[in-house]
């Protein structure tokens, strides 16, 4: 085995239990196989935004990031592999999820590759994930697989037609990831304690959630 990898995974929902949680751990065991295929063992770090609300408003308004966002934060934007995951309300990715993107510095995920994953109750928002969300994370310098996942209510269900294609999305663009990370060098091994390892020389945190600084 080659040395191992971080997949951070980030997921939008809003309810308990969640399909938007249900297509992000499809995903992120779908890239861990695949990465075990290749010969890198991968560990996986999921976090619940909803579990983060708060925090995150808190953070929009005062600019100052509670330890539990700070420390989801360094783990997200220091992994090797970013899974994103929303669910998409009136036609675009919801407001906690950019919330919490909107809290982070424009270049804080800048060559990360990152899976992008949607869900909703009819395929008709399916273009979501190349109008709204793929824009969203070129802005941040990012490299998105080329396959995003999106999941219908459909999808979950019914015949075992309607349930391949999902499989089949699932599977090619985990490749892809897998792919991607297989070719970066591994992220350091970092003290996640020491604001110098995710902020850099000379920047606060409160220039990493939100760029506040320039304002």
Known sequence: MTASRRIAVVSAGLSNPSSTRLLADRLSAAVVRDLREQGIEAEVDVFEL???AHDIMNNLMTGFAPAALETMVNTVVSADALIAVTPIFSTSYSG????FIDILDPDALSGT????????GTARHSLAIDYAIRPLFTYLHAEPVPTGVFAASSDWGGSADQVAPLGNRVDR???????????????????PFDPSTYLGEGRSFGHLLGGLAGE
Not at 96 to 99: A, E, I, P, T, W
Not at 175 to 191: W, Y
Request: hydrophobic fraction near 45%; glycine fraction near 2%; charged fraction near 30%.
């Open 50 to 52: 909803r579990d983060y």
């Open 173 to 191: 663009a985990a490749r892809e990831l897998a792919d991607a990370v297989a070719r970066r060098e591994p992220a350091a091994s970092e003290d």
């Open 96 to 99: 906690l999820f950019k919330s």
């Open 113 to 120: 590759p990152v899976l992008i994953g949607a869900n909703a």
